[in-house]
Nanobody, 123 residues
Framework: QVQLVESGGGLVQAGGSLRLSCAAS????????MGWFRQAPGNERDSVAV????????DYAHSVKGRFTISRDNAKNTVYLQMNSLKPEDTAVYYC????????????????WGKGTLVTVSS
């Protein structure tokens, strides 16, 4: 089992940057595909970015491509989301998720979830 804890959320002005971190427990972190997902009030949960277990593959939602970067440090059991040029529409609770077998944008296929961190972007 994997436990995930997100950090790094907060309030930022439009155009600003934040870096989210997700610390994972367990010795097998490097076996898990990881992803960042977000959910704004009244909206369904959406994929933001995913990264393969080795870090060799990444995929991004169209809305964040070129602005956000997902990365991981398997030695530190941590996955990151660097968010630049933030927009008010990026406001949401951001969740970190893990899956052994699944790599992709379908949040329903992820196995383990953190509790989320709130990102608020003011205009």
């Amino acid at each position: 089992q994997v436990q995930l804890v997100e950090s790094g959320g907060g309030l930022v002005q439009a155009g600003g940057s934040l870096r989210l971190s997700c610390a994972a427990s367990g010795r097998t972190f490097s076996s898990y595909n990881m992803g960042w997902f977000r959910q704004a009030p009244g909206n369904e949960r959406d994929s933001v970015a995913v990264i393969s277990s080795s870090g060799g593959s990444t995929d991004y939602a169209h809305s964040v491509k070129g602005r956000f970067t997902i990365s991981r440090d398997n030695a530190k059991n941590t996955v990151y989301l660097q968010m630049n040029s933030l927009k008010p529409e990026d406001t949401a609770v951001y969740y970190c998720a893990a899956s052994l077998a699944y790599y992709g944008s379908n949040w329903r296929s992820m196995t383990y979830w953190g509790k989320g961190t709130l990102v608020t972007v003011s205009s």
